[in-house]
């Protein structure tokens, strides 16, 4: 089936290519149930990694997709990805090329990510009471956005509660 054309290249895009090994199909999953102000500083992100000669495989790809995810909880990680995409795409249009080869700089980062980025999502939600996001039409609060992430991330086998900063009960 064909989706288009590469916005790039200008070839035909086949769905049943970019889905054609396990990894490929399990990292368009990954990136399809973050929504965009996560999928796509993710997407930037991973292209950091790829070597200046050669293309990422998928497999790593998705790697260091699950890996990033575990870092921080949704909001601190759009921001420090956001802020390394940025940093990082200056220092290479200065001629510093090296792909990246672990998360260590991302994780300066995500130390240093803005105070507002890290609140815990229990005193964002009692501060804006009224703020639901839209996806495509719908109205989701931000508690039915949360559980949705929670149930994603279990179907992925990793634990939602080490990314979020809530204080966990009985203990």
């Known amino acids: 089936m064909k989706l288009g054309r590469c916005p790039i290249c200008h070839s035909h895009i086949q769905l049943e290519a970019l889905i054609q090994d396990d990894a490929g199909s399990e990292l368009l999953g990954v990136l399809s149930g973050l929504g965009r102000p996560l999928a ?3 997407v930037q992100y991973l292209g950091l990694f790829r070597p200046a000669k050669s293309d990422l495989s ?3 790809a998705l790697k260091l997709a699950q890996e990033t995810l575990a870092l921080a909880d949704r909001d601190s990680l759009t ?3 956001q802020d390394t995409i ?4 200056e220092k290479r249009q200065r001629g510093e090329t090296k792909p990246l080869k672990n998360h260590n700089y991302l994780k300066q980062v995500l130390a240093t990510v803005a105070p507002e980025a890290r609140r815990p999502a229990a005193e964002t939600e009692n501060r804006r009471p009224n703020v639901t996001e839209k996806k495509q039409g719908m109205e989701e609060s931000p508690e039915e956005s949360q559980r949705k ?6 179907k ?16």
């Open 149 to 154: 992430w929670e149930e994603h991330m279990r």
């Open 58 to 60: 998928n497999a790593r």
């Open 79 to 81: 921001a420090a990805l």
């Open 40 to 42: 796509r500083p993710l």
């Open 156 to 171: 992925l086998g990793v634990d939602p509660e080490k990314y979020t900063t809530r204080p966990k009960s009985g203990g």
């Open 86 to 89: 940025r940093s990082l795409h």
